[in-house]
């Protein structure tokens, strides 16, 4: 009996999932940005760029804790020439510092192409004891965002419970971006 999956493609598909792609363009750009950062700066200059602490925010929020993405970025120095690797501390206080802008307007009459997503982030510290004694489900608030993959800027940022799903936050994102414009 042949087999009609096609083990090749769908092993080809597994590989995919664990890529990682980093825009390295901020490594170019380092000294330029922060001599821009420092240029009036009173106190303690800044070390690391706001463009490295953007990438090193997002892969906190998806995929690493603070002292992981140290060792992380650590093992990446090794490999990408001036790359200087911070310490968990200092991505903290800046990624707790950094102001996310928005985008308050998309250019509708133009192709706009977007990515979605979405993820969940416990609310409560219950622990697996208090759980299963108490029959407590564990909180969860789901965080969905909406980028513009060409500008890289944010379009939408909404906060929900956990059984709201992407495709409704888009829907009345775009109806209020229509709204908007009429």
């Known amino acids: 009996m042949s087999s009609l999956r096609d083990w ?24 330029r940005e922060l001599k821009a950062m420092n240029e009036r700066k009173e106190g303690a200059k800044y070390r690391y760029p706001e463009s490295f602490i953007k990438l090193l925010a997002v892969v906190h929020a998806y995929v690493l804790p603070y002292r992981q993405l140290e060792g992380f970025m650590r093992a990446l120095s090794q490999h990408v020439d001036d790359l200087k690797a ?3 501390t200092t991505i903290w206080w800046r990624v707790a510092k950094m102001n996310i802008d928005i985008a308050r307007n998309v250019e509708l009459d133009k192709d706009v192409t977007i990515a979605v997503d979405s993820t969940g982030i416990k ?18 608030i789901k965080v969905h965002i909406a980028v513009d993959t060409k500008t ?31």
């Open 8 to 31: 090749k493609g769908y092993n080809e598909a597994l590989v995919k999932r664990g890529l990682i792609l980093l825009d390295l363009d901020f490594v170019a750009d380092w000294s």
């Open 86 to 88: 911070p310490d968990y």
């Open 123 to 140: 609310v409560s510290n219950r622990g697996e004891w208090i759980r299963k004694v108490w029959k407590v489900k564990r909180g969860f």
């Open 152 to 182: 890289k800027q944010i379009l939408a940022i909404e906060v929900t419970r956990k059984d709201v799903g992407t495709e409704g936050c888009l829907v009345g994102w775009w109806r209020v971006q229509l709204r908007k414009r009429t």
